[in-house]
């Protein structure tokens, strides 16, 4: 996935969490009408953060537990939309709204096997391309805007220290970043000076100058989002009033008609330029305004203490990501790791519904180092079935005997047999980010036989009380999984990986002797076959890896038997691996163009001091 897409993607999953901020703000600041205005402005602080930060910190107090979102979190942003769904076999987004999910999921295009990209792949391309030529248009129209006004201003002539008047514009205004000068309008008149210039030098003590287009730049990377254009437009409200406000608190109740007056006459005599330029500062709201002007009363000492804290609890809150506690939050009715009322409230019959198979999955436990990321449902064909991926920061809490081990994995696949009626196949699939072997992909499968054969029984019965699901916690816990193959070693991986990868360099590059290298001897495989252009080794296709993944528990290492004899389960190991095939000088061959999913790596050894070697590949 290129840098622009991802980019795009976490700019709408911060988007997605500044709504729910926005929507939080815009309430409270109903219950604040009748506060100063500066809460309603301070208010806004969350949205923006939101909107600039994807990374925040834990709190039991935040906003978000009042909420159920079953979007990937943590200390970062939300991941309403996955960062890899243009490469999930069922792209899915978790808004945590399930009507707009079920809408949204319904239209997006699932993956097609036999193509070279999904078509996920491309939306997300031209979404992405969308979005940055809008934030490219913005940012040349404020530029363009910004310097229309300087040149406006260059025969400004300055009546005292930063401020100058000038009859080229219709309203005053504080321009520059640095140094920022007040603008007036010529023969303004000495009365309204007077309370212009007080509103516009409280705007600089309190750098409205920086923070209002700082705002607009925010806006500008979220453009697509309409809500926040008009959080955009209640903030500048918010400021213009409170600046109102903090004149009159300086000068008092009988500055209330003169200062309306001033706002009103201004208001008349304005030009459009400037009211559509977000980086000067124009008069604004005028109406809603004058009448909080002439409304406006100082508050009582309590009303402002009460505010106070309020809003600080408020920006706290929206600031906050819930607190992240492995193995789930709050639940008082934790058994042995899973919260028995989130796995009551969210079975369902069906794999599809995606926000209760989320709740189901994050109401399980989990080793300490390992963090759920996105989850993939399958069910456009029979076996329905759910990919968990997996991202492993610490491989201490599944490392038996120095192999990654699939028992907690294992132990959670039972407990979603059980509690979603027709899921019939469940893939676990852990990256290693440990620093150790960065991007080794293991993979864990189950089946709902595998889980019967091991239970003794179908496993969905349990699923009807609190007491038969902890009955079948116990169960799983109690019995033993040596129906388990051994697990291989993390060097042992490591090294069968990299013969596959050798193979396919040596493919691309026509390298014979090196194809043979990474084969395990076998009659009639010789370098005079490999040269040969044999199909099974290459030809003139040029056959490009995509992926490689591997599941300690294949199950072609109890059956396959290499030349018909057994080989002990700890002797062979299975990839599974993504490639495309396409033919540069569009002479066909053997294989048909495009992406072959699943394709099976079998390599084997005499022993374990022996190498690996590729024994047999194919479906």
Same mark, same amino acid.
């Given at each position: 996935m290129s840098l622009l897409q991802d980019l795009f993607i976490t700019t709408v999953n911060m988007s997605i969490t500044a709504s729910y901020v926005a929507i939080g703000v815009i309430l409270v600041r109903l219950l604040l009408r009748k506060a100063p205005k500066v809460f309603s402005y301070i208010l806004w602080i969350p949205v923006l953060f939101r909107l600039v930060c994807p990374f925040s910190f834990g709190s039991a107090f935040s906003f978000f537990n009042l909420i159920n979102l079953n979007a990937k979190q943590g200390i970062g942003v939300y991941e309403f939309v996955p960062q890899n769904i243009g490469l999930m076999h069922t792209p899915a987004i978790q808004s945590g709204i399930? !009507?707009?999910? !079920?809408?949204?999921?319904?239209?997006?295009?699932?993956?097609i096997p036999v193509a070279s990209v999904n078509p996920m792949q491309i939306w997300m391309a031209v979404f992405s391309l969308i979005w940055i030529f809008g934030v490219i248009a913005l940012l040349i129209y404020s530029i363009v805007s910004y310097v229309k006004i300087k040149r406006k201003l260059q025969t400004a002539t300055r009546v005292e220290a930063n401020v100058f008047e000038t009859d080229a514009i219709g309203t005053a205004f504080v321009c520059g970043f640095i140094s920022p000068k007040i603008y007036v309008p010529a023969n303004i008149g000495d009365a309204n000076l007077s309370y212009i210039l007080e509103h516009e030098r409280t705007h600089i003590r309190r750098k409205d100058y920086l923070i209002k287009p700082l705002a607009f730049l925010a806006l500008i990377f979220h453009w697509f989002n309409p809500l926040m254009w008009l959080c955009f437009a209640l903030m500048s409200r918010d400021m213009e009033m409170s600046c109102d406000e903090s004149v009159l608190h300086r000068l008092g109740d009988s500055a209330k008609g003169g200062y309306?007056? /001033?706002?009103?006459?201004?208001?008349?005599?304005?030009?459009?330029?400037?009211?559509?330029?977000?980086?000067?500062?124009?008069?604004?709201?005028?109406?809603?305004?004058?009448?909080?002007?002439?409304?406006?009363?100082?508050?009582?000492?309590?009303?402002?203490?009460?505010?106070?804290?309020?809003?600080?609890?408020?920006?706290?809150?929206?600031?906050?990501?819930?607190?992240?506690?492995?193995?789930?939050?709050?639940?008082?009715?934790?058994?042995?790791?899973? !919260?028995?009322?989130?796995? *009551?409230?969210?079975?369902?019959?069906?794999?599809?519904?995606? /926000?209760?198979?989320?709740?189901?999955?994050?109401?399980?436990?989990?080793?300490?180092?390992?963090?759920?990321?996105?989850?993939?449902?399958?069910?456009?064909?029979?076996?329905?079935?759910?990919?968990?991926?997996?991202? *492993?920061?610490? /491989?201490?809490?599944?490392?038996?005997?120095?192999?990654?081990?699939?028992?907690?994995?294992?132990?959670?696949?039972?407990?979603?047999?059980?509690?979603?009626?027709?899921?019939?196949?469940?893939?676990?699939?852990?990256?290693?980010?440990t620093g150790k072997h960065d991007g080794a992909i293991y993979v864990f499968s189950y089946t709902r036989k595998m889980a019967e054969e091991l239970i003794g029984q179908d496993v969905r019965p349990f699923a009807q009380s609190s007491d038969t699901i902890r009955n079948l916690i116990d169960m799983i816990n109690d019995i033993s999984l040596q129906e388990i193959m051994p697990e291989f070693t993390e060097e042992e991986v490591a090294a069968a990986r990299a013969v596959v990868e050798e193979y396919y360099r040596a493919i691309a590059a026509k390298d014979a002797e090196a194809i043979l290298a990474t084969m395990y001897p076998r009659e009639g495989r010789t370098l005079e076959r490999v040269k040969s252009g044999n199909v099974q080794l290459f030809g003139t296709e040029k056959r490009t890896l995509l992926s490689i993944d591997y599941n300690s528990q294949d199950s072609m290492r109890k059956s396959y038997k290499p030349g018909g004899k057994y080989v002990e389960p700890e002797n062979i190991i299975v990839f599974k691996v993504s490639f495309n095939i396409d033919y540069p000088?569009?002479?066909?061959?053997?294989?048909?163009?495009?992406?072959?999913?699943?394709? !099976? *790596?079998?390599?084997?050894?005499?022993?374990?001091? /022996?190498?690996?070697?590729?024994?047999?590949?194919?479906?």
């Amino acid at each position: 996935m290129s840098l622009l897409q991802d980019l795009f993607i976490t700019t709408v999953n911060m988007s997605i969490t500044a709504s729910y901020v926005a929507i939080g703000v815009i309430l409270v600041r109903l219950l604040l009408r009748k506060a100063p205005k500066v809460f309603s402005y301070i208010l806004w602080i969350p949205v923006l953060f939101r909107l600039v930060c994807p990374f925040s910190f834990g709190s039991a107090f935040s906003f978000f537990n009042l909420i159920n979102l079953n979007a990937k979190q943590g200390i970062g942003v939300y991941e309403f939309v996955p960062q890899n769904i243009g490469l999930m076999h069922t792209p899915a987004i978790q808004s945590g709204i399930g !009507s707009i999910d !079920s809408a949204v999921n319904a239209s997006l295009p699932p993956a097609i096997p036999v193509a070279s990209v999904n078509p996920m792949q491309i939306w997300m391309a031209v979404f992405s391309l969308i979005w940055i030529f809008g934030v490219i248009a913005l940012l040349i129209y404020s530029i363009v805007s910004y310097v229309k006004i300087k040149r406006k201003l260059q025969t400004a002539t300055r009546v005292e220290a930063n401020v100058f008047e000038t009859d080229a514009i219709g309203t005053a205004f504080v321009c520059g970043f640095i140094s920022p000068k007040i603008y007036v309008p010529a023969n303004i008149g000495d009365a309204n000076l007077s309370y212009i210039l007080e509103h516009e030098r409280t705007h600089i003590r309190r750098k409205d100058y920086l923070i209002k287009p700082l705002a607009f730049l925010a806006l500008i990377f979220h453009w697509f989002n309409p809500l926040m254009w008009l959080c955009f437009a209640l903030m500048s409200r918010d400021m213009e009033m409170s600046c109102d406000e903090s004149v009159l608190h300086r000068l008092g109740d009988s500055a209330k008609g003169g200062y309306s007056g /001033s706002l009103l006459a201004l208001s008349v005599k304005r030009k459009g330029l400037l009211a559509a330029n977000p980086l000067a500062f124009g008069e604004s709201h005028v109406k809603t305004r004058i009448k909080n002007i002439l409304n406006f009363k100082k508050p009582a000492f309590w009303v402002i203490m009460i505010a106070v804290v309020a809003v600080c609890a408020t920006v706290t809150a929206f600031v906050a990501n819930p607190k992240y506690e492995q193995n789930n939050k709050n639940d008082k009715d934790l058994y042995l790791g899973y !919260s028995i009322q989130s796995l *009551m409230d969210n079975k369902t019959i069906y794999v599809g519904n995606n /926000s209760k198979v989320i709740g189901l999955i994050d109401a399980m436990p989990l080793p300490n180092g390992i963090v759920r990321d996105a989850v993939e449902l399958q069910t456009a064909n029979l076996p329905y079935g759910i990919t968990i991926n997996y991202i *492993m920061n610490d /491989s201490s809490g599944i490392t038996v005997n120095r192999a990654i081990s699939g028992d907690v994995f294992y132990r959670n696949a039972i407990m979603l047999f059980s509690l979603i009626d027709n899921v019939d196949v469940i893939n676990c699939k852990i990256v290693d980010k440990t620093g150790k072997h960065d991007g080794a992909i293991y993979v864990f499968s189950y089946t709902r036989k595998m889980a019967e054969e091991l239970i003794g029984q179908d496993v969905r019965p349990f699923a009807q009380s609190s007491d038969t699901i902890r009955n079948l916690i116990d169960m799983i816990n109690d019995i033993s999984l040596q129906e388990i193959m051994p697990e291989f070693t993390e060097e042992e991986v490591a090294a069968a990986r990299a013969v596959v990868e050798e193979y396919y360099r040596a493919i691309a590059a026509k390298d014979a002797e090196a194809i043979l290298a990474t084969m395990y001897p076998r009659e009639g495989r010789t370098l005079e076959r490999v040269k040969s252009g044999n199909v099974q080794l290459f030809g003139t296709e040029k056959r490009t890896l995509l992926s490689i993944d591997y599941n300690s528990q294949d199950s072609m290492r109890k059956s396959y038997k290499p030349g018909g004899k057994y080989v002990e389960p700890e002797n062979i190991i299975v990839f599974k691996v993504s490639f495309n095939i396409d033919y540069p000088d569009k002479v066909t061959g053997p294989w048909n163009e495009g992406v072959y999913e699943n394709w !099976s *790596m079998i390599l084997i050894r005499d022993d374990k001091n /022996s190498p690996w070697l590729i024994y047999d590949q194919g479906y």
